[in-house]
């Protein structure tokens, strides 16, 4: 019976994780087909200016560009499962090679940043849980509401400008220098100026979160019992309270993957760091379709993804949310 | 700790308030309120400040240094910063206050819909809301600007308030799902209410603080997204002065080393999105939190 229920479960959740890929790709193929601006110009270049009328529809006819829209979603959607995304308009190469070739820059850069802003985070709330209050909690959350403050295209613009043009200590663009695509200590020299900014974007956000969830926990009375048996502070915050903490901050830290994402697409583009987020600004401002449309999908499937984790956790810590989500249900007999 | 025993759980009551602690200042946020209103008025009167035109092109004096005559250097098309300043900043703090409008608006009236709705439409609309929060919301941006064309404040405020107000409406679905079975609610459409009229005259005023902070928080998020397009180039072009725009020169700003046209008007963004924060946290703060049992 139970088996039964724990798989009617994931079934359901595949279910919706599906029907909501479906819905976003629908979605993303008609807002990118509404948007003008002309797909030959990033296929055939400045030529497109001098074709003849007909030319210009054997070309829009090759690229099935004049099918209606329903027609052009279905044929996409039969050659998306089979594997076959077409072709990059702009890079005249299978949208999965360019988007392969530079996925990896873009992981590095989220993955590293993503873990020291889940560590580093942690640390700095506790510190902050622990001194609750007295100077150095104060001091940190000043700083940190400061840096949370500060847009990141900037706080990139600051850096370059410090470390780069002025004590030209780190380079300012690209992943690596040209030749050098090999050389590990050249690609973490690049990889510095980036992941600052991508980690001080959002550390303060979690931290605080951390920060203030560990001063709710705080504030319960078992807190107060193991005080009572005499339990160190220390033993107290570590064993009792994140514990308790943690399962809520992994759902939170879920959710952020695609925060997080969305803010190495600005970063990268400021340091023309060669990976999803340059890849997707251009190909949204060249009208390149196809390579938008699986960008688009590959962040939305992430997102969808990982809030599906998030409620899948949150369901699991607290039976209560599924409950009360059951009985809203079922008292909405009557508007 | 020199004792054997640690006394736990011990409350000590908090001093006496004197006549000092007692002022009325005390815990406002009177410095961000009052930084905030100088760089409102500055920009409202900003006839009054500038002392160049912020779009005359000077082509004797590009790229220079502050200086006795342009306060703030001027940048690389020879427009004087002081100025720029102070004009542009009109329009990127309209930015930030009409998107504002927009999302609010558009997120009470979801949140309420969803709020209100059978458990199935709920659910249809949340998880709608939920795959548009899914793709980055710079990717609709820069589509939803290129289908309305050339960019210019109202479309820029738009498609910002278009894309920021799903948070808002999860928060306000909540608070509507649990005052829509309340006995006044419950009257008030016994009588004849319409929708609107229980939802502005009676849902609003019970959930507004809840979401107050929220709001001016995406004023702040506003700003910052106008000034990421603009400074990208996929937002306001360069004649029209923002501090974004403004921000987008940078990059040739970078290769003569020119300071003055990055981190000023970078300055006054992020003291900006300060005092704005400092505001949403102190409405946000909890008047009386416990004592800890730590």
Not at chain 1, 176 to 189: C, F
Not at chain 1, 283 to 305: E, F, H, K, P, T
Not at chain 2, 160 to 172: E, L, P, R, Y
Not at chain 2, 278 to 290: H, I, T, V, W
Request: glycine share 8%; charged share 15%.
């Amino acid at each position: 019976m139970k088996k039964r229920n724990l798989a009617a479960y994931f079934g359901k959740k595949i279910f919706v994780f599906f029907l909501s890929v479906l819905l976003l790709s629908i979605a993303v193929f008609y807002i990118s087909r509404l948007a003008p601006g002309d797909p030959l110009v990033s296929y055939y270049g400045d030529r497109v200016e001098k074709m003849t009328p007909e030319e210009r529809e054997w070309a829009e006819g090759k690229l099935g560009l004049n099918d209606p829209i329903t027609v052009q979603y279905i044929r996409w959607l039969d050659s998306a499962f089979h594997g076959d995304f077409g072709i990059s308009y702009k890079y005249k190469m299978d949208v999965v090679e360019v988007i392969g070739s530079r996925i990896g820059n873009t992981l590095i850069l989220g993955g590293v940043g993503f873990l020291l802003i889940f560590v580093a985070s942690m640390l700095l709330g506790v510190l902050c849980a622990w001194h609750e209050d007295r100077l150095l909690d104060r001091v940190i959350c000043k700083i940190g509401t400061i840096s949370s403050c500060v847009p990141e295209f900037w706080l990139s613009l600051v850096l370059i400008l410090i470390f780069s043009v002025t004590l030209r200590w780190l380079p300012s663009s690209g992943a690596y220098s040209i030749g050098k695509s090999g050389d590990i200590g050249d690609r973490i020299a690049h990889l510095i100026l980036p992941l600052t900014v991508v980690v001080l974007g959002h550390l303060w956000y979690y931290a605080y979160m951390i920060r203030n969830k560990i001063l709710e926990e705080v504030r319960a009375d078992y807190v107060l019992l193991a005080k009572a048996k005499g339990l160190t502070k220390r033993s107290v915050m570590f064993r009792h309270c994140l514990r308790n903490v943690i399962p809520s901050y992994l759902s939170i830290m879920a959710i952020a993957v695609p925060h997080i994402l969305g803010g190495t697409y600005v970063v990268e583009t400021v340091f023309s760091y060669p990976g999803i987020g340059t890849l997707s600004y251009e190909s949204a401002r060249y009208q390149d379709y196809n390579l938008l449309m699986l960008l688009c999908l590959l962040s939305g499937i992430l997102v969808i993804l990982c809030n599906i984790i998030a409620q899948i956790i949150n369901e699991q810590i607290d039976p209560r949310i599924k409950a009360q989500d059951a009985a809203e249900t079922l008292e909405v007999g009557e508007p | 700790m020199n004792e054997q025993f640690d006394m736990v759980g011990i409350r000590p009551l908090p001093p006496e308030p004197t006549a000092k602690a007692k002022r009325w200042y005390r815990g406002k946020p009177i410095l961000s309120l009052t930084v905030l209103a100088a760089i409102f008025l500055g920009c409202l009167f900003c006839r009054l400040l500038m002392t160049k035109d912020p779009t005359y092109m000077d082509l004797m004096n590009y790229n220079t240094a502050p200086n006795g005559e342009f306060l703030f250097g001027t940048d690389t098309m020879g427009r004087d910063i002081f100025s720029m300043i102070w004009y542009g900043g009109r329009l990127s703090l309209s930015i930030g206050v009409l998107s504002t409008l927009i999302s609010t608006a558009i997120a009470i009236v979801f949140g309420a819909v969803s709020g209100c709705a059978p458990g199935w439409l709920d659910t249809v609309l949340m998880r709608l809301t939920e795959i548009l929060l899914s793709v980055p919301s710079l990717l609709i941006i820069v589509l939803l600007q290129a289908i309305l064309g050339k960019a210019n404040v109202l479309s820029i405020s738009f498609v910002i308030g278009i894309t920021s107000w799903t948070s808002i409406a999860k928060v306000v679905r909540t608070e509507v799902r649990q005052l829509r079975s309340s006995e006044y609610i419950l009257a008030a459409r016994c009588m004849g209410g319409g929708f609107f009229h229980i939802l502005w005259r009676h849902l609003t005023p019970n959930f507004v603080s809840s979401i107050m902070f929220m709001v001016v928080m995406n004023v702040r998020s506003a700003i910052v997204a106008e000034s990421t397009l603009s400074f990208m180039g996929i937002g306001l072009p360069l004649e029209v002065i923002t501090w974004g725009s403004m921000l987008s020169l940078s990059e040739k700003a970078l290769l003569t080393g020119a300071w003055w046209i990055i981190l000023i008007p970078g300055s006054f963004l992020v003291v900006t999105l300060l005092c704005v924060t400092d505001l949403g946290n102190y409405m946000r703060r909890n008047a009386n939190r416990k004592q800890s049992n730590l």
